[in-house]
């Protein structure tokens, strides 16, 4: 066959997979991902709320990195447990999005790769997953700490 | 015998091809890719080893050993699956009322970079052996090269096993296993099993009368989770060489079974069957769609190297050797990409080798 024809007919095929492959149900992964997500933030400020009433003196931005804190802690320890991708498996995005997310999913690696030993195991191959998170927040902070100024020292 | 393509247009109007056709002798053309078995190698013994998902699927009283502890006792899951590979070797060589010294060769492979578990249990065991590697058909490339060899009177008892583990082949494939992520669900699940068949000149059990080797098929498909999409042409294309090369039709088989389509890849295998003119009846099943309950939760079914070999070694030769099945078809299909080609931008591409058995139960046995 020639390239143009093998070129349309994977074509058609993929078109034809495309409508025979299940798709996943939108509204209820939405409703669910909405719910579990938001369930995570609300323990969050629920954290954050009780933290300020037992210590009413601290900080509002010590209160904040508390409850990350805690947050973060609470995934680990049920990522451990492997309650967290029986969870994940309903809430998509709303598990892996939240601060929960990014801890469980350098949890899972660490897990993962202990029986590699720890250096050439587990300290490689804790960032497989949030690697992406990791360099894309450092670099679109800069960039836009650098637009900002670039603004600041245009307009002033 | 041989039937053109009727169209490849969009309405796939089909014609029912199900002809009983007489089994045609042993006739050998030119050049075919099918490898016609005169001294009838046997397949004389076989045996299944799953993990705890897969003895709750419909198919759970057949298997011979079920191991709950995915890690079987050791440190890791690597070492685990090494475990099941040995258990289900020493299993069918001890069923074949044979000991370790008089197979002659070990014909292995499983779905782990530079083959490992193969190999390792090849360590232990200490046999002449062969590495093989094709994804989730491995089963059948075993058994066809088995099979030749012992036609061939190289060697006379060969051993053939596979394996795949679900905890290795998410580490190696996809993410940790605790990572939170939701998966398709058109997606399959890995089965943890391993299945070894023991193929002797001598012996009662089925024949191996014929194996084709298949052809590396790609349509296009560059999503990693839609394996039976990737892998039901290159199906298609094995079977239509089978029915040519052999001069059988679907209707000549009691079971078409494929490895692991899964219930999307069995339907679109359908579908293309259809397209060339071939409607498949109740004789044809997958692999996949068998190893699991649909209460399970395994998305659209099985996969793995060793899903085939467990379904193949419990419930088909059992049947095979009861005199229920009298010949089966079995193409087993695999998916030959990795992850770093995947990440590159290929699609897919994919390979099916086939092997037809039949039955030598007789009523006074």
Redesign the interface.
Known sequence: MSEEAI?K???R??K??NT?????AATK?LLKAFAIGGLTCVIGQFIADMLALAFPQMEVQMIANLTSMILVTTAIII??F?W??V???Q??AG??LPIT?FA??M???S???K?EGLILGTSVKMF??VGPVIVNGILWSTVAGILRYVIWVIFL | MRTKVLH?SEDCSFVSQIKKTKPMPVIKKEHTQTMFFNNKPKVVSGMSVAGKKESLGILGDYFDVVQDDPKWGE????KGEVKFLSTSISGAIAKAGLVEKDIDLLLAGDLLNQLVSSSYVARDLKMAYLGLYSACSTLTESLAIGASLVNAGYYNTVACATCSHFATAE?QYR????????R???AQWTATAAGCSIIAKDGRGPTITHATVGKVV????SDLN?MG?AMA?AAVDTFLTVMEDTEYGPGDFDLILTGDLGK?GS??FR?LMRERGYELGQNYHDCGTMLYDVEQGCYSGGSGAGCSAVVFNSFVLNRLNSGKLKKVLLMATGALMSPTSSYQGD?IPAISHAVILESNYKEEN
């Open positions: 070129k007919r994977n074509e095929y993929n034809y997979v025979v492959s299940p798709k996943t992964s990522t451990g492997g967290y991708d969870i994940a498996r809430g998509g598990s892996f997310g469980n999913a949890a899972s690696a897990i993962e790769y029986t497989t997953v | 490849e440190k890791s899951f690597e580490r993410y940790p296993l605790e990572y939170g992520c939701q398709p669900p058109y790609d349509f296009g498909i839609n999409a042409p999307v339907d679109i579908d699609t």
